[in-house]
């Protein structure tokens, strides 16, 4: 686990062109025949998540200075993530919920920021999670749990006897 947090105090991305694509774990040969030969080379690989966010001044000079400074391993807040350079703990939306991913990276230097709407400062910017954001294996073993997993938390929540 990353010992740097994203700043408390400024929002999770924008869902505005927000996107996630793994990064290929397999590797495939062409054979002579015109078949493709498919293993898997890697069983860990990233999920990249193309994000922007939408800050009012004062939070983008906090998100500017967090980016840009150095580690401070003996402040309360750890400082920041030099760059870019170090790894960081945010709340990021992937089809298992919202909810706190560790090691999450920048993958290259954010854009932005752009002036919108006269008031608000618009970054946009690539991040890694470096543990791919799926079900483990073994929630496959009941997989109408999955499938009605929505449906099944409003009737719990409705109908569950109360202590």
Partial sequence: ?????????????LQADY???HVDANVRTR???GRTRSRQQFTYTPTRVNVQWLFPAGQAQL???WYWAPYNRDAPNKGGIQGGTLPFNTKLRTPIGLRVYEDVSFTDVYSGP?????KFWRFTAT?????????????LEYPEEILY???????MNKHWPKP
């Fill in 63 to 65: 998100f500017e200075a």
């Fill in 19 to 21: 996107g996630l694509q």
């Fill in 1 to 13: 686990m990353a010992e740097i947090d994203f700043p408390a105090g400024l929002k999770t991305p």
């Fill in 127 to 139: 991040l890694e999670i470096a543990k791919r954001p799926v079900l483990p294996p073994a929630d």
């Fill in 31 to 33: 054979m002579a025949s």
């Fill in 149 to 155: 997993s929505s449906l099944f938390d409003i009737t």
């Fill in 114 to 118: 752009v002036l919108v709407g006269g």
